[in-house]
């Protein structure tokens, strides 16, 4: 757990793939589509960037931009029946959009999810 901050500032993580599928947007369901996904963790959003390298391209081309996730007010829940697969949290945002994440590795996958609950925890606290 490396990257995680010991201190109790906002936690930011940097990219890995993860695999990733949008379940609801504003509260409607949508057809699963796994998909894997280079996650960043910034201060207040999570991103989502199809490769890597479009990370190191965002900020030179304008139409490189990753979907950004605002984290303010979501909700972080681990969740076996949403997913046959094992590893699975799903992500809530406040305008009720709804993503699982997911890693074949354990520690992988814990390291993301308690990072993210943390920035959510530190972002209620102002
Ligand atoms: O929750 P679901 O609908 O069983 O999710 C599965 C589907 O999204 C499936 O795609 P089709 O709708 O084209 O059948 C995916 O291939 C599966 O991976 C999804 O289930 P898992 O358990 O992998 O999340």
């Known amino acids: 757990l490396g990257d995680i901050s010991k201190t109790d500032h906002p936690t930011a993580l940097k990219g890995e793939y993860l695999n990733k599928a949008k379940i609801a947007d504003g509260g409607k369901?949508?057809?699963?589509?796994?998909?894997?996904?280079?996650?960043?963790?910034?201060?207040?959003?999570?991103l989502f960037y199809k490769e890597s390298k479009q990370e190191a391209l965002t900020n030179l081309k304008p139409g490189c931009k990753p979907e950004g996730i605002d984290l303010c007010g979501a909700l972080i829940e681990w969740t076996t029946d949403k997913s046959s697969r094992k590893n699975v949290f799903q992500i809530t945002t406040s305008s009720g959009n709804e993503f699982l994440l997911q890693a074949d590795n354990y520690t992988t996958i814990c390291k993301w999810h308690d990072a993210i609950k943390k920035t959510v925890d530190s972002l209620a606290r102002g």
């Open 29 to 46: 369901k949508q057809r699963k589509n796994w998909t894997s996904t280079w996650v960043v963790l910034d201060v207040t959003q999570l």
